[in-house]
């Protein structure tokens, strides 16, 4: 049985400015110990979503279960759960140990138990030596921490995380991820986790929700999402620099083989796998997809050209670490740029001509009009 279910959940805000739902049709079914991300940008429902979880905003339309419970209209003290959010919301005037043993107290939890809780999970969490200082007085990763601690010391079924991580520096917040993971691995405790930062919902979520206009776009694994994005606006949002988009047709030449092409490209598609849903594209507008890291350059324009390869002038590139991106000019239709993203040993001036190759392995194609992925 899944430990949380969202059954075609709505959120209309009465208050809301334009007439579209804040969250529609939202569906999705949580295992127990599963960690799962909701990402999307700013605006896309996400925190409403998670607040409806906790019971903290009305459910307009739908279902939530909790070990199969509706929980639609109980309070939030009774839905066991902890809710961690990205301003800590900790008492000021309460010591870090007070702040942590507060939800304990409520349940009229007896004293000893409660500060043999508090210091296990302070000790867990490293923070056992500022139990007595206020939040004010300690740093934001470990603010956090206590706060963290605060969810963990009552044990709940589920924990829910907004945003915690982005009032930290970006230093604290690496590590602090990384601390949550391992919180998690031990736990074992389901969690749902808002974030608009796709390299968090990348490294930590078991699965990803990805979210757009209080719409799930897909639900799926970090590499399924990476490899197979349901829609273009997957293939933008994750992944950076994000993946190309080019607009061309889709062409039959001989013996059956399917060709992208435009005036620039004439790019076969791998035969194994053509469906019978790309054929019906034949000879109809499309748009290919591929990530900056499947396209590869050469300097030399002398030498013959090979089929998945296409001539490019490099606009500017840009030396990241160990890698290069460099931006290439193709005279597309909507004037973008195509990005690869090379060694950073490999330096091509801007202005020069250079062969880019595409690897079709990794070559997408893409309904021109509702953006969904066809292969
Ligand atoms: P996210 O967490 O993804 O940034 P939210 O869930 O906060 O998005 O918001 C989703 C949409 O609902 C936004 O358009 C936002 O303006 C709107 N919204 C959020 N809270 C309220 C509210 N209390 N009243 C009216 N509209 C709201």
Known sequence: MPQVSLRNIYKMYPNAKNSAPAVQDFNLEVEDG???????????????TLRMIAGLE???KGEIYIDGKLINNLPPKDRDIAMVFQNYALYPNLSNFENMAFGLRLRKVEKYKINELVNAKARELEI??????QPKDVSGGQRQRVALGRAIVREPKVFLM?????????????????EIMKLHQKLQATTIYVTHDQIEAMTMGHRIVIMNGGIVQQVATPEEIYNKPANRFIGSFIGSPPMNFIFGRLEAGSGGQLYFSNSHMYLPFPRERVTKE?????????????????LSLRGSISTERKPNEFYAEVDVSELVGADRYVYLNINQRNRETLVARVPAKERYESGSRVIGRADMEFFHLFDVNTEQRIE
């Open 34 to 48: 599963e960690f799962i991300v909701l990402v999307g940008p700013s605006g896309c429902g996400k925190s409403t």
């Open 58 to 60: 009305s459910i307009s």
């Open 162 to 178: 907004d945003e915690p991580l982005s009032n930290l520096d970006a230093k604290m917040r690496v590590q602090m991820r990384v």
């Open 278 to 294: 790309i054929e019906k594209y034949i000879d109809a507008d499309i748009v290919g997809g591929i990530r900056p890291e499947a």
């Open 128 to 133: 056992d030596n500022l139990l007595e200082r």
